[in-house]
């Protein structure tokens, strides 16, 4: 079936540094893929998507890139600060006419800021 | 928070006992999802519906049941059959068609003793 796998499961950095997540998906026919963002006891909270026709989508400190070929997806975040520590979770759906818009997701990456 | 809420924040059940998880939403969403989330293993698809009286099973639908008679309410029902329902409960919804985010609830964290 649909399977996304997410690595690393935890990941600490200091403040100022760059944290990678990195996503693989099992199905070629996922055209959408959203990042999201939980901090702890609270509501994930969407902080980035990209399509499958685009390879690279950038917002301030945070990027995501695409590799259809490969099926995979990864989570850049530039000069890490102490409030980017939480719970960081990737999916893919089929997206569109026809589609559920119904997500599978990753396993999670804890991020921990150093100060 | 994009104006869908859950209710209760937190729920007691005792076992052999069934309940039931509020979910309502004032986007004009047309589909409506329901997650269960446990440490280690991210969001797993309980329950969803993409238009009102009609819900499809996600990925671990036993001992679960739902309801979609309105638009804006999708309430999840944890059935006694659930063997392990100690779980944090996350509803979602968004609007049909390509191209749109899933928002999500604030959560249910429901607990059996």
């Known amino acids: 079936g649909e399977n996304v796998e997410q690595h690393p499961s935890t990941l600490s950095v200091q403040e100022g540094d760059s944290a990678v997540i990195k996503c693989t998906y099992s199905d070629s026919a996922s055209n959408y893929f959203p990042w999201y963002k939980q901090e702890l006891g609270k509501r994930p909270q969407l902080i980035i998507d990209?399509?499958?026709?685009?390879g690279e989508k950038k917002d301030q400190r945070i990027a995501v890139t695409l590799n259809k070929t490969a099926k995979h997806f990864s989570l850049h975040i530039t000069e890490t600060q102490p409030e980017d520590s939480a719970v960081y979770f990737c999916?893919?759906?089929?997206?569109?006419?026809?589609?559920?818009?119904?997500?599978?997701f990753g396993q999670g990456t804890t991020l921990q800021v150093k100060p | 928070d994009g104006g869908i809420t859950q209710s209760p924040k937190y729920l007691f059940r005792k076992e052999g006992q069934n309940v039931t998880l509020s979910c309502e939403q004032n986007?004009?969403?047309?589909?409506m999802y329901w997650y269960r989330q446990d440490p280690g293993q991210g969001l797993r698809l309980i329950y969803y519906s993409q238009i009102v009286n009609d819900f499809q099973k996600g990925d671990i639908a036993e001992g679960y049941s739902v309801s979609r008679e309105k638009k804006e309410s999708f309430p999840l029902t944890v059935t006694s059959a659930q063997k392990n329902p100690t779980a944090f409960y996350l509803c979602?919804?968004?609007?049909?068609?390509?191209?749109?985010?899933?928002?999500f609830g604030p959560g249910t964290r429901l607990t059996v003793l």
């Open positions: 986007l004009n969403h047309d589909a």
């Open positions: 999916a893919a759906s089929k997206d569109g006419s026809g589609n559920t818009g119904k997500l599978i």
């Open positions: 979602a919804s968004r609007l049909a068609g390509g191209g749109n985010e899933q928002f």
């Open positions: 990209i399509r499958s026709n685009v």
